[in-house]
């Protein structure tokens, strides 16, 4: 079975911080995506960034990267120079190729505080 | 461009009474559609997921005649809660994934908060 498994159930930094939350994920796939998504304290879930796993370049945007080791299976989300607005619960979340449902992870509660 | 609307955003019912939620695609054509569950600080649970123009397929323990899901075009999907009860109360989530726009990617609506009394 695939999962993945995010350790920091919740996460605490000052504003300006860099932040990272971790995700492992368990796959014997090759071939496959990887997620970062946000959801803030309206609900909406929000596309953070996106990885396909057969780029050894590790995706970036913005103040968001991710650092993907694939034979680690860890793909983890920097934030840097965190804003309030970052507050919100982020999940990792892992597909195949050509599969249909997403695996989420439990989630990461982060607070940015002023 | 990709953006998922849901209706309504909140919806209050008796118990026994169906409820309809929609989800849209407003800006691209979804092929497929997703319906998530997400009951208070906890991840998403996936209910089924519908391909326009043929029946939904249902996760494991989700009740598909409790659950009603019409995919009747590439921009529409409903969900349909039938003679709900409280403990049908949530928060629901609809996905669209549009190939066509960025492989394997599900956009996310903005979801349905129902209370059922």
């Known amino acids: 079975a695939q999962t993945v498994t995010q350790s920091q159930p919740e996460m605490s930094v000052q504003e300006a911080e860099t932040v990272t939350l971790s995700c492992t994920y368990d796959t014997s796939e090759n071939n496959y995506y990887l997620f970062w998504y946000k959801q803030p304290p309206s609900r909406q879930m929000i596309l953070v960034i996106r990885?396909?796993?057969?780029?050894?370049q590790n995706a970036t945007e913005n103040r968001f990267s991710v650092n993907f080791q694939k034979a680690a299976k860890s793909f983890s989300l920097k934030i840097s120079d965190s804003q309030l607005g970052d507050t919100a619960m982020y999940f990792c979340a892992f597909i195949p190729w050509g599969a249909q449902k997403l695996v989420f992870g439990q989630g990461t509660r982060l607070t940015i505080n002023p | 461009g990709a953006v998922v609307s849901q209706h309504p955003s909140r919806v209050i019912c008796k118990s026994g009474t169906s409820v309809k939620i929609e989800c849209r695609s407003l800006?691209?054509?979804?092929?497929?559609m997703f319906w998530y569950r997400q009951f208070p600080k906890q991840s998403l649970m996936l209910m089924a997921t519908?391909?326009?123009?043929?029946?939904?397929?249902?996760e494991q323990g989700v009740e598909k005649d409790k659950f009603l899901i019409n995919h009747a075009s590439l921009t529409l999907s409903t969900l349909t809660v039938t003679s709900a009860h409280p403990e049908d109360s949530s928060f629901y989530i609809c996905?669209?994934?549009?190939?066509?726009?960025?492989?394997?990617?599900?956009?996310f609506g903005p979801g349905t908060r129902l209370l059922v009394l």
């Open positions: 996905s669209a994934r549009a190939p066509r726009l960025v492989e394997e990617t599900q956009y």
């Open positions: 800006d691209f054509q979804a092929t497929t």
């Open positions: 519908s391909n326009e123009g043929s029946k939904a397929t249902y």
């Open positions: 990885q396909e796993a057969y780029k050894q």
